[in-house]
């Protein structure tokens, strides 16, 4: 996937959700994190870098509120729940095979209307 420039909101959004992951689980200031972007603007994200306890996380964004559904969206909150993973191999394949199948998902839905 190709790194795009983020907005300034986005980058906002960033921050506030690594301050707030940072809070509970005690990740370092590097929480940064990398996601696959669903058509309908799921993030499936994980962080590429160990926390202090050595494990790596993986979770789902969804846009809410304002251009959540024209494809604007600048906010996004944590569907589901946050997995642990002790090898950041594991962490990625995880995201991505989430990824993965909500394409499926979103393929079969169409072919279904």
């Not at 707030?20 to 799921?42: C, H, K, M, N, T």
């Not at 944590?78 to 394949?93: E, F, H, N, Q, W």
Request: hydrophobic residues 30%; contains cysteine.
């Amino acid at each position: 996937m190709a790194e795009r420039e983020k907005s300034e909101a986005e980058q906002m959004a960033v921050d506030g959700i690594n301050r707030i992951f940072g809070e509970l689980f005690g990740v370092s200031s590097r929480s940064d994190f990398i996601y696959w972007e669903a058509p309908d603007q799921r993030r499936f994200c994980y962080t590429p870098w160990k926390d202090m306890n050595g494990d790596y996380f993986t979770w789902v964004m969804k846009p809410y509120g304002r251009g959540a559904k024209s494809g604007d969206a600048k906010h996004f909150k944590r569907v589901g729940k946050i997995v642990r993973s002790r090898k950041r191999k594991t962490a990625r394949k995880r995201a991505q095979t989430r990824y993965k199948n909500w394409l499926a998902y979103l393929n079969q839905e169409w072919r279904n209307e």
